[in-house]
């Protein structure tokens, strides 16, 4: 019952939500509205018009940690206990351009015969878990279609609550993923990436064990004393090439990030839903950046990969669709954590995808799944560029990794000698 009023209390701006499904491959956004007698209402949910049921279920704990680990368990539930008919993508709610309004879920579409077994499977859920289930019917007329919140009230669960007429909306002016990304997807402060780890303590042990690792205190502005060179890139553009070159040659140390130190766990917080695994790696940064400032009172330090890389590939994870659905230049999403060490100078290589491919398949390794994506998806890879060169405090000088890995160093020298007066 406990549960049952917190879904509730999240309930009054049911009315004013937009829900975003993608169907055949392109968001589709719509909006409920109250049913008045003899009011036209437009023809919506053509593209699927061959099913006769749909469900939506949205994750509703108050517990963002929770929330998270459930949207995950939920795909492998449904997938798990639903009939093979029963067809399941991603969905979203948002309050449109409202900060942290949106709500993650699923879209159901039944080509069953009975609705029984579904909405037995769906009733067990309401019951026992943190969702929100509506479904929506059909009209008489194969146009109309109305949607029903199923109320939390124990032994009336099924008794269906006021009707909605379901209505086309407009796409938002930004897109919903972004609405979130702060503090989900990407983190500005050592203290937001550790309060989740901390949180998750008792679910992952191992979440423990990193906060140990960590320094005190973020090193926020205390400049080093030697040049800090960071270089970016996709997998393949060359950087390992070219880092352990600038070492040799600047009598540099190199320095990974995410930090040797926290390799062991990669595996594992990969596996975790976006928020647990990218203050994973957004603690890596903070960890580098304490060898890099004990390093830097010594000797210049070249650093393979840091916060551009964490940030970029986090949010072009969270955003679908082509670069354009990204947070807008200039956008806060974009912003330097103002506790984190910033470098003299970051540098993008940039490759042409073709040649990219060919010196990944020359390399013959494995990949990791992000990197496999951005082989098969142009867009995923077009968004992770562009998010790149978005950043800004500091911002990244793109080089171009084709030619020679000789003339790419040669090149880089001219930057850092131009920069950092060494
Ligand atoms: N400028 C270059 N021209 C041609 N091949 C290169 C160049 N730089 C690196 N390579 C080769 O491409 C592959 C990927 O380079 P690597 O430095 O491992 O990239 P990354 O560290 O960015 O994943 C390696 O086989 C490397 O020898
Ligand atoms: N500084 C970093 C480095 C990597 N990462 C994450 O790690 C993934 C790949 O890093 P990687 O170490 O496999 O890359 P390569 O060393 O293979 O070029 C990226 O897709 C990011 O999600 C990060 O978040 N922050």
């Known amino acids: ?57 949205f994750v509703c704990s108050s517990d963002r940690i929770r929330r998270a680990m459930f949207y995950a368990e939920l795909k492998d539930k449904l997938l798990r206990d639903l009939p093979p008919e029963c067809d399941l993508s991603p969905m979203s709610s948002f309050l449109p351009n409202v900060k942290d309004s949106l709500i993650k879920g699923y879209f159901l579409k039944d080509n069953s015969d009975s609705s029984s077994p579904i909405e037995r499977v769906l009733r067990d859920l309401i019951q026992r878990d943190p969702v929100f289930v509506c479904s929506y019917l059909r009209g008489d007329n194969c146009q109309l279609w109305t949607q029903h919140l199923w109320p939390h009230t124990g032994s009336q669960v099924m008794e269906k609550s006021k009707e909605y007429y379901v209505v086309p909306s407009e796409a938002p002016e930004y897109h919903p993923a972004t609405l979130n990304i702060i503090n989900s997807d990407v983190f500005y402060s050592l203290e937001e990436a550790c309060d989740v780890l901390k949180k998750c303590g008792d679910i992952i042990p191992e979440a423990t064990s990193i ?68 203050a994973f790696y957004a603690l890596g940064n903070y960890i580098t950046a304490e060898q890099i400032g004990q390093e830097a009172m010594k000797t210049p330090v070249i650093v393979d990969r840091f916060w551009h890389s964490t940030a970029a590939y986090a949010i072009a994870t969270a955003v679908s669709g082509p670069p354009c659905n990204l947070p807008a230049v200039g956008s806060e999403v974009y912003n330097w954590p103002s506790d984190l060490l910033q470098p003299n100078l970051v540098v993008l290589l940039t490759l042409d995808p073709e040649e990219r491919k060919r010196r990944l398949m020359n390399r013959g390794q494995g990949k990791t799944v992000e990197e496999q994506e951005l082989d098969h998806n142009r867009l995923f890879r077009l968004r992770v560029e562009e998010a790149y060169q978005r950043i800004s405090g500091p911002a990244c000088v793109t080089v171009d990794a084709s030619p020679s890995a000789d003339q790419v160093l040669q090149q880089v020298l001219l930057l850092i000698r131009g920069k950092c007066h060494l």
């Open 1 to 57: 019952m406990a549960m049952a009023r917190r879904a509730m209390s999240l309930l009054p701006q049911w009315p004013s939500r937009v829900f975003s499904v993608e169907l055949d491959g392109a968001p589709f956004y719509f909006a409920i509205q109250e049913k008045h007698r003899g009011e036209e209402v437009p023809p919506v949910f053509q593209r699927v018009q061959e099913y006769y049921r749909c469900y939506s279920l």
């Open 211 to 278: 906060l140990e690792l960590l320094p005190s205190r973020a090193q926020a502005r205390s400049k080093p004393d030697f040049p800090v060179i960071v270089i970016e890139g996709l997998d393949a553009t060359g950087k390992t090439t070219l880092t352990k070159s600038l070492r040799d040659i600047l009598r540099a140390v190199l320095v990974p990030c995410p930090p040797q130190c926290l390799y062991p766990w990669r595996a594992r917080f990969d596996k975790e839903p976006p928020l647990i695994r990218r």
